[in-house]
């Protein structure tokens, strides 16, 4: 025996599987099988919310959801990112979502479910402003037998991800090994949006022993979209751990064979974050060699939330 209902304005079915009615954003407590129930739209192209939409709106294209300008109070949006590969954008059009009037990016697979008090919208479900988020993972890349700058990290930070204090970190891990009958160099530099903004240089003793090496950098917006700060550097530079006698370091903190280094930027830099930037880390070694090389065994980039 199928039972008819009304949730937020829409009269549905049960058993006959039909919703009749015009969908309407959702208020109150309904839960979130509940809004999905109430309807909604994937789009392809940029695409603002209206009165009579269902709560729910997807997008499969590098494409922004714009909010209501006048929403109701207790109005509840299920806002994702159906791509697999692009970015797309909320903008809360004028609104404060989550403290901040600034454009949110939705990163592929990702979704936010928020509602809006009567005078900002706050995110209630899905990823936030204040989300810790795992943007990308680094696959492994050997730079051996060649004296070119060779690139071991590469991204694209999306426009308006940063907002004005979010930062990035950047992580990875690798070896530095050197048979090649000589002290050789390895250049390390990091360039934002094509400008070279640390560029540092390890030396390499001709140990013939694999010594583990672990970086670690930082991008951070300081109160502004245009004004960044970078600053990193590597635990372990050059001979933290032998990697041929197994597991465990082979000396002590500030040892012989422990390193700390540091690589930063001596300014700020002016790069406009509302667009998108590129960011390489590359490795140039100072002599060709195949008993010379550095392997960098993989990374992650982190959002943290200023």
């Given at each position: 025996?199928?039972?008819?209902?009304?949730?937020?304005?829409?009269?549905?079915?049960?058993?006959?599987?039909?919703?009749?009615?015009?969908?309407?954003?959702?208020?109150?407590?309904?839960?979130?099988?509940?809004?999905?129930?109430?309807?909604?739209?994937?789009?392809?192209?940029?695409?603002?919310?209206?009165?009579?939409?269902?709560?729910?709106?997807?997008?499969?294209?590098?494409?922004?959801?714009?909010?209501?300008?006048?929403?109701?109070?207790?109005?509840?949006?299920?806002?994702?990112?159906?791509?697999?590969?692009?970015?797309?954008?909320?903008?809360?059009?004028?609104?404060?979502?989550?403290?901040?009037?600034?454009?949110?990016?939705?990163?592929?697979?990702?979704?936010?479910?928020?509602?809006?008090?009567?005078?900002?919208?706050?995110?209630?479900?899905?990823?936030?402003?204040?989300?810790?988020?795992?943007?990308?993972?680094?696959?492994?890349?050997?730079?051996?037998?060649?004296?070119?700058?060779?690139?071991?990290?590469?991204?694209?930070?999306?426009?308006?991800?940063?907002?004005?204090?979010?930062?990035?970190?950047?992580?990875?891990?690798?070896?530095?090994?050197?048979?090649?009958?000589?002290?050789?160099?390895?250049?390390?530099?990091?360039?934002?949006?094509?400008?070279?903004?640390?560029?540092?240089?390890?030396?390499?003793?001709?140990?013939?022993?694999t010594w583990g090496t672990r970086y670690d950098f930082t991008i951070k917006?300081?109160?502004?979209?245009?004004?960044?700060?970078?600053?990193?550097?590597?635990?372990?530079?050059?001979?933290?751990?032998?990697?041929?006698?197994?597991?465990?370091?082979?000396?002590?903190?500030?040892?012989?064979?422990v390193r700390l280094g540091e690589l930063q930027s001596n300014t700020d830099?002016?790069?406009?974050?509302?667009?998108?930037?590129?960011?390489?880390?590359?490795?140039?070694?100072?002599?060709?060699?195949?008993?010379?090389?550095?392997?960098?065994?993989?990374?992650?980039?982190?959002?943290?939330?200023?």
């Open positions: 025996m199928s039972q008819s209902g009304k949730l937020g304005g829409v009269t549905f079915v049960d058993g006959a599987i039909g919703v009749s009615g015009t969908p309407q954003p959702m208020t109150g407590g309904a839960s979130i099988s509940e809004m999905l129930l109430m309807g909604g739209a994937t789009h392809a192209t940029n695409y603002t919310l209206t009165a009579t939409d269902g709560p729910y709106h997807g997008s499969t294209a590098a494409a922004t959801l714009q909010l209501r300008a006048s929403p109701s109070t207790g109005e509840v949006r299920h806002l994702r990112n159906e791509s697999a590969t692009l970015y797309c954008s909320v903008d809360p059009n004028g609104k404060n979502l989550d403290g901040a009037t600034t454009f949110f990016v939705l990163l592929p697979g990702e979704f936010q479910i928020i509602r809006y008090d009567g005078t900002a919208w706050y995110t209630i479900g899905g990823v936030g402003r204040k989300s810790v988020r795992s943007l990308t993972n680094f696959a492994a890349v050997n730079v051996v037998s060649t004296a070119a700058e060779t690139e071991i990290l590469g991204f694209t930070i999306p426009a308006n991800f940063l907002g004005a204090n979010g930062q990035l970190r950047f992580g990875w891990y690798g070896s530095y090994f050197n048979n090649s009958g000589g002290t050789r160099s390895f250049q390390i530099k990091c360039k934002v949006g094509g400008t070279t903004f640390i560029d540092g240089t390890e030396n390499i003793g001709a140990t013939g022993t917006n300081a109160g502004a979209t245009n004004v960044n700060y970078m600053a990193g550097g590597g635990i372990g530079l050059v001979d933290f751990v032998a990697m041929t006698t197994g597991v465990g370091a082979t000396g002590l903190l500030g040892g012989a064979s830099m002016a790069k406009d974050s509302t667009a998108d930037l590129a960011v390489s880390f590359t490795v140039t070694p100072s002599f060709s060699s195949s008993s010379l090389y550095y392997k960098h065994w993989g990374g992650t980039v982190l959002y943290l939330p200023g």
